[in-house]
């Protein structure tokens, strides 16, 4: 009796795991979870193309100047041109284009670019003639510079905080006549976006100190004084001073192309 007992509670067991497992099997059963995407790695390498905008600084106004050309002052050459502030100050902006390869932390690259200068046309001079000018003590006037772009192509280098580039360039400076250096640094923002197809938009503040050399027997003039009253008069720098420095600060907005 007690083995049929035993027998009959086993069956029993086993039929009611039978239809528990059958139930279970019929049940909606809960999607896998979904794999995990690893956000991709920002890296500064690869193509970007951009523009520019800024201001220039030059002190150099009180140097003495060569006037040469039909409508010198009482036909006399030499003198000083005198600006009516110690700083030249002017508009400039443009576009570059450049390429950064990342290794580690560290970035390098090269940059060119090339940029318009806003010369003020009327910019209110005095003209202080050297000894012997017979038409009077001082001639006012006004100075147009003779250099409409700049332009420099420079290497980098610098350190990458993720998205925040650090680093220093320098390079070759040069204009319509002349060349000379460019030294500087600046800071890169990488922001999440990526407008008309590229990986990545950067925004950027620059500073860069440009030197331009100028040949002493250079036949070019840097800019035209007009007395009043009198015929445009061209501009040469003194032959003590044959370099034109300038420091321009400015932003920048670039697109990136290429790796992510």
Known sequence: MRTRILGLLAATALTTAGLSAATAADLPQAPPPAPIIAAPIFTWTGFYVGGNLG???????????????????????????LFGNSNDATFTGGGQIGYNYQIGSWVIGAEADIQGINNDNNSNVVFIPGPGFAGGDFVPGEFENGADWWGSVRLRAGVAFDRVLVYA???????????????????EWAMPVNWFG???????????????????????????????????VNVFLPRSNDEQDFFVARAKLNFKFGTY
Request: hydrophobic share 30%; charged share 15%; aromatic share 8%.
């Open 55 to 81: 201001w220039g600084w030059r002190d150099s106004n009180n140097d003495p100047v060569i006037l040469t050309g039909p409508g010198v002052p009482g036909g006399l050459e030499g003198g000083t041109l």
């Open 198 to 232: 590229s990986s990545a938009v950067t925004l950027g503040l620059e500073g860069l100190w440009v030197s331009i050399d100028q040949d002493d027997d250079s036949t070019r003039p840097t800019g035209t004084f007009t007395p009043v009253g009198g015929a445009p």
């Open 169 to 187: 360039t320098g390079g070759l400076a040069y204009t319509e006549d002349n060349t000379g250096w460019a030294l500087g640094g600046g800071v």
